[in-house]
């Protein structure tokens, strides 16, 4: 683990630097409220296509640090994918008084663990869109970019019985980091927890005994801000659960860059890995006239589109062109001790209370008062300051 004082230098560091300019606002999106307790005091926002039928999947999209959802939805380009084959998009988003640079809390122990903090608030968002559009539980996805990314990781181990698949791009593996300090080594590819521990990691999240969520894995093969190991890494934790052979069963190049594919019992592809050669840290576009997005900060132009190849690796465009009917679905049934009620045509949705409670926005942030001079309370508050202020702790 690195020094507490290498890590309050990167910190200042971070602190100073600029948040992206001319980050668009709400744009097409439309703000979700009263979706639930809230407990990690997230704001929502989707996007509804115009032609959407009942019966339509639901792609949960998490933004990276200094972004928020339009600006991530301005540059991936989810909505264009939502409007051509027919899906509802939900952009969860931080606020800055969670986090000053508008990074998902990915390795805080509350914001990390099923029930608690921002995955539930997430959960709860997700139960609300499916309720109020009618929305094909078996077709409910998630994706996110660097601390996005990690907390898709997150959400797809506490909450495996909610996606059929998932896609990180620049992120890292659940339960790899539990503190800033060891936040910054992971993101470096120090220290990373063996495959084997990593595996039951997301094994103990949750008591979850029927299929694993499918994942997509993007990494810029530069990447001096996430290692790419961490690409590595997630691929052998979602390997052990899904059964695969360490070799990948199929190795191509698409669109200029590797890709790999490991397959289940069935043949059926459950994990991708690209790797977008000469690419730092970030989301990879095609923003021509054939792709979708608009290149800018932490939006890169690669000439491959993460965001329609994931479409395609959901099923989502071949879904889209085979315009069948909705599909006769059956109530899911949770394990835990919650109430269920079935919305529209038998769609299972989580009803945290009777009537949707209004929105509470919690923990503000606290005022601080001074340490006391050269005490051990004063030094360890000095500390909680600079990471604090760096966003990286409340």
């Known amino acids: ?20 300019s001319g980050m668009p606002d709400g744009g097409q999106l439309k703000p979700l409220v009263d979706f639930g307790s809230n407990p990690g005091a997230l704001r929502a926002h989707v996007h509804i296509p115009s032609t959407l039928g009942a019966g339509a999947p639901l792609v949960v999209v998490l933004h990276g640090c200094t972004q928020n959802a339009a600006g991530y939805d301005n540059g991936s380009g989810w909505s264009q994918m939502a409007d051509r084959y ?9 606020q800055a008084h969670n986090n000053p640079n508008l990074c998902f809390n990915w390795f805080q122990t509350e914001d990390s663990r099923r029930d608690s903090g921002e995955p539930l ?27 996005g990314g990690a907390m898709a990781s997150v959400m797809l181990a506490t909450y495996p019985e909610v996606f059929a698949g998932g896609a990180v791009i620049a992120g890292l593996p659940f339960g ?29 999240a949750s008591d979850h005994a029927g299929h694993w969520p499918t994942l997509s894995v993007w990494h810029g093969s530069v990447d001096a801000t996430v290692s790419l190991s961490n690409a590595k890494a997630l691929v052998a934790q979602w390997g052990a659960l899904h059964g695969t052979k360490a070799a990948p069963d199929r190795v191509e190049t698409v669109d200029g860059h590797p890709r790999q594919a490991w397959c289940d019992a069935q043949g059926r592809e459950v994990i991708e890995e690209y ?29 491959i589109s993460s965001t329609q190849h994931i479409c395609k ?56 008062e001074a340490p006391t001079a050269r005490s051990p309370a004063g030094v360890r508050k000095v500390i909680e300051d600079a990471l604090k202020a760096a966003g990286l702790l409340r």
């Open 121 to 147: 608030s997430i959960r709860q968002m997700i139960a609300t869109v499916v309720s109020e559009h009618a929305i094909d539980p078996a077709r409910i996805f998630v994706t996110g970019l660097s601390a």
């Open 275 to 303: 790797t977008i050669t000469g690419m730092g840290h970030g989301t990879p576009l095609n923003a021509g006239e054939q792709g979708c997005g608009k290149s800018g900060p932490y939006m890169l132009e690669a000439g």
């Open 86 to 94: 027919g899906f509802v998009v939900l952009f969860p988003e931080q």
């Open 176 to 204: 790899s980091a539990t503190n800033v300090p060891q936040a910054f080594d992971r993101m470096r590819g120090h220290q990373i927890p063996d495959p084997q521990v990593l595996t039951e990691l997301v094994r103990g």
């Open 313 to 368: 690796f959901w099923g989502l465009a071949e879904a889209a062109r085979a315009a069948s009917p909705k599909p006769a679905v059956a109530p899911v049934a949770e394990v835990e001790s919650r109430e269920l009620v079935t919305a529209g045509t038998a769609m299972a949705t989580e009803r945290v209370t009777t009537e949707k409670p209004r929105l509470v926005r919690l923990r503000p942030a606290p005022r601080q």
């Open 1 to 20: 683990m690195r020094k507490i004082s290498d890590t309050i230098a990167r910190l200042a560091a971070m602190r100073s630097a600029s948040f992206p």
